[in-house]
T-cell receptor, first 116, second 113 residues
Framework: DAGVIQSPRHEVTEMGQEVTLRCKPI?????LFWYRQTMMRGLELLIY????????DSGMPEDRFSAKMPNASFSTLKIQPSEPRDSAVYFC??????????????FGPGTRLTVL | EDQVTQSPEALRLQEGESSSLNCSYT??????LFWYRQDPGKGPEFLFT???AGEEKEKERLKATLTKKESFLHITAPKPEDSATYLCAVQVFYGGATNKLIFGTGTLLAVQP
């Protein structure tokens, strides 16, 4: 199994630019999660999807952030416009059971975003 | 408010020196407790899930245990390759959102040869 795939692995952009992060979950997994990791706040859940439907986006910091999951094998996290405080590592994770109580999330390698 | 606290923040061990990492939690509706390992520049790697007090799981030099308020990750005779950040997370029941994990800030373990 290929695991969760994220792209790009590194992104450096200027303040105000649009940034799009991409994720391909593990085949057969029904839930997909976007996290942000910083030294100050650790791993924070931004949003998650069950069966391509957004379930909880309460962790999305502000309207500049948006996420989509057009099909079971692809999701994007978009930041527009980007700001220096958005610099962090963004992880995508997926799990098999949508809403299942005994379930495990598997993480991708992350995208390190730097906004100058 | 649901909270997960890990201690110590950092731990330095000599190779072969056993120790334990702690994860204490204050949550309502705990569904499970997860341990992950994270190497620099990589995503968290799943290690264990514990579901009920008294449960234990082992993998090589690692053993995880769970009580009603905390979990321990015991490392027996560690090797330098065990150096990593160890993350604890609790799965909390929020009505339909049962897959939600709340992470601690991790323990950075360094094992010196």
């Amino acid at each position: 199994d290929a695991g969760v795939i994220q792209s790009p692995r590194h992104e450096v952009t200027e303040m105000g630019q649009e940034v799009t992060l991409r994720c391909k979950p593990i085949s057969g997994h029904n839930s997909l999660f976007w996290y942000r990791q910083t030294m100050m706040r650790g791993l924070e859940l931004l949003i998650y999807f069950n069966n391509n439907v957004p379930i909880d986006d309460s962790g999305m910091p502000e309207d500049r952030f948006s996420a989509k999951m057009p099909n079971a094998s692809f999701s994007t996290l978009k930041i527009q416009p980007s700001e220096p405080r958005d610099s962090a590592v963004y992880f995508c994770a997926s799990s098999r059971l949508a809403g299942g109580p005994r379930d495990t999330q598997y993480f991708g390698p992350g995208t390190r975003l730097t906004v100058l | 408010e649901d909270q997960v606290t890990q201690s110590p923040e950092a731990l330095r061990l000599q190779e072969g020196e056993s120790s334990s990492l702690n994860c204490s939690y204050t949550v309502s509706g705990l569904r499970g407790l997860f341990w992950y390992r994270q190497d620099p520049g990589k995503g968290p790697e799943f290690l264990f899930t514990l579901y009920s007090a008294g449960e234990e799981k082992e993998k090589e030099r690692l053993k995880a245990t769970l009580t009603k308020k905390e979990s321990f990750l015991h490392i027996t005779a560690p090797k330098p390759e065990d150096s990593a950040t160890y993350l604890c997370a609790v799965q909390v029941f929020y009505g339909g959102a049962t897959n939600k994990l709340i992470f601690g800030t991790g323990t950075l373990l360094a094992v010196q040869p």
